[in-house]
């Protein structure tokens, strides 16, 4: 679905624009961030998440907001500090800092595997 806030590829191979977090922190409805949190508080079964934890701009936004598990990923980290788009750029690709983590989101997996297919 192509909507206003486009694609936002995260380093994992997500599209946050199409993640709940993100499209209510982009429109600014507390309401639903709100929401998220509390589906999140049971998924997860963390009490602590609120909807300032849920307020994302997508994970590389050099002075945006970041969800709060972007502050500690592992991918992320590594990505970010070698300057690179997403781990699909990466010359170890499908290491183990990324590996766990696409086991749960093979759309993410499928969508890097695209990307350095066509490097």
Same mark, same amino acid.
């Given at each position: 679905m192509?909507?206003?806030l486009g694609t936002l590829l995260a380093v994992c191979g997500l599209d946050c624009a199409a993640r709940e977090a993100c499209r209510a922190a982009q429109a600014g409805d507390?309401?639903?961030k709100e929401t998220v949190a509390a589906k999140w508080?049971?998924?997860?079964?963390n009490?602590?998440? #609120?909807?300032? #934890?849920? #307020?994302c701009d997508g994970c590389l936004a050099a002075?945006?907001?970041l969800c709060g598990h972007c502050l500690e990923c592992e991918p992320r980290l590594f990505a970010v500090g070698r300057g690179l788009p997403d =781990?699909?750029? =990466?010359p170890e690709y499908a290491c183990e800092?990324?590996?766990g983590l696409l086991n749960?989101?093979?759309?993410?997996?499928a969508k890097l595997d695209g990307i350095k297919a066509g490097l």
């Open positions: 192509e909507d206003d507390e309401a639903a508080r049971v998924e997860f079964h009490p602590n998440i #609120t909807a300032k #934890t849920v #307020t002075r945006g907001r =781990c699909a750029h =990466c800092k990324i590996s749960y989101i093979p759309e993410a997996k």
